[in-house]
């Protein structure tokens, strides 16, 4: 019975909280209620289940880089498609703050898709794949984003080549992360 056993895990790792098992058993909590469509409590067990181990390894103690790879990952991937949904758009103000958000939420996505190759599993490959696509989606948004609709045609066209420019440069970095993945 897996509701049973959703149980069971909970309790084993209140109990046992330094027992290199709950990591297991945070991630297999993780994996029911994904099952079960629970998006929120499968992520908060995902979380638990990377914190146990780095509590474990700062502790001395045997961690489980397998199962905190694979609740990264999973965390990453939700946490990667909201960082896609932001857009650039106006008026001005609103733009400049999704841009800014959304260059916070790529150097925090970055910074944890180290962590996911830091595990060295086979989930940090697809680790430094996303980290290329980071780059590629700000240069997306970048290059899609929404010019204010200046009364001089010369100042449209001058905002439209800076943000191509910034685009390509935006792009190159991609390819550049892309290509230190190899």
Same mark, same amino acid.
């Given at each position: 019975? +897996?509701?049973?056993?959703? =149980?069971? #895990?909970?309790?084993?790792?209140? &109990?046992?909280?330094?027992?290199?098992?709950?990591?297991?058993?945070?991630?297999?909590?993780?994996?029911?209620?994904?099952? $079960?469509?629970?998006?929120?409590?499968?992520?908060?067990?995902?979380?638990?289940? +990377?914190? /146990? $181990?780095? &509590?474990?390894?700062?502790?001395?103690?045997?961690?489980?880089?397998?199962?905190?790879?694979?609740?990264?990952?999973? +965390?990453?991937?939700?946490? $990667? /498609?909201?960082? !896609?949904?932001?857009? %650039?758009?106006?008026?001005?103000?609103?733009?400049?703050?999704?841009?800014?958000?959304?260059?916070?939420?790529?150097?925090?996505?970055? =910074?944890?898709?180290?962590?996911?190759?830091?595990?060295?599993?086979?989930?940090?490959?697809?680790? %430094? #794949?996303?980290?290329?696509?980071?780059?590629?989606?700000? /240069?997306?948004?970048?290059?899609?984003? =929404? +010019?204010? !609709? #200046?009364?001089?045609?010369?100042? &449209?066209?001058?905002?439209?080549?800076?943000?191509?420019?910034?685009?390509?440069?935006?792009?190159?970095?991609?390819?550049?992360? #892309?290509?230190?993945?190899?």
């Amino acid at each position: 019975n +897996v509701d049973k056993a959703n =149980e069971i #895990y909970q309790r084993f790792s209140a &109990r046992f909280p330094n027992n290199p098992r709950t990591i297991q058993a945070n991630y297999e909590r993780g994996k029911y209620f994904l099952e $079960h469509g629970d998006l929120v409590q499968a992520s908060r067990e995902f979380s638990r289940t +990377v914190t /146990a $181990h780095d &509590r474990m390894v700062g502790r001395g103690l045997p961690g489980s880089p397998k199962y905190a790879s694979q609740a990264l990952a999973q +965390v990453l991937e939700w946490e $990667h /498609a909201k960082y !896609d949904e932001i857009q %650039f758009k106006l008026p001005t103000s609103s733009l400049n703050a999704s841009e800014a958000e959304k260059i916070a939420k790529r150097n925090d996505l970055n =910074e944890k898709y180290q962590k996911l190759l830091s595990f060295g599993q086979k989930e940090g490959y697809i680790g %430094f #794949y996303r980290m290329g696509l980071l780059d590629d989606e700000l /240069a997306r948004a970048t290059y899609e984003q =929404e +010019v204010p !609709d #200046y009364n001089q045609q010369d100042r &449209r066209l001058q905002a439209t080549t800076e943000i191509v420019n910034k685009s390509i440069i935006l792009t190159s970095v991609a390819s550049s992360t #892309y290509e230190s993945g190899i």
